[in-house]
């Protein structure tokens, strides 16, 4: 049986190859997303007052941890902050359908 462990970026010589890659290394982060959806449920569970939802200051907090974390890694910052700006909308939006499905 063949190996389909992915290669590493610099040891791949073939599109085959960084298309493996990229593919196994979407649905790992699919997977990862899975768990930050997971916690918005918890919040959503933990949260007593819906307007606690929607934290400006901790929205904002993420997005420059984000931005931050991609400097340091040399990663285009202003790309990972817009990912990062719809990551986190769509987790308030996702938190606040708990919300109200709990207390429905």
């Given amino acids: 049986m063949p190996d389909t462990t ?7 010589s073939t599109m085959a190859e960084v298309r493996t890659g990229v593919d196994d290394l979407d649905a ?7 768990m930050r959806f997971a916690y918005m449920r918890a919040a959503a569970r933990i949260k007593p ?3 606690q939802v929607r ?3 901790r929205k904002a907090e993420v ?4 931005r931050a974390r991609a400097e340091a890694l040399g990663l285009p910052a202003d790309a990972v902050a817009v990912i ?5 909308e769509a987790s308030i939006a996702y938190e606040l359908d708990h919300w109200d499905e709990r207390r429905g």
């Fill in 28 to 34: 790992r982060l699919v997977e990862m997303l899975a």
């Fill in 6 to 12: 992915p290669l590493s970026p610099d040891a791949c």
């Fill in 63 to 66: 997005i420059a941890n984000a």
């Fill in 49 to 51: 007052e819906r307007g």
């Fill in 84 to 88: 990062w700006e719809v990551l986190v």
């Fill in 55 to 57: 934290d400006e200051p």
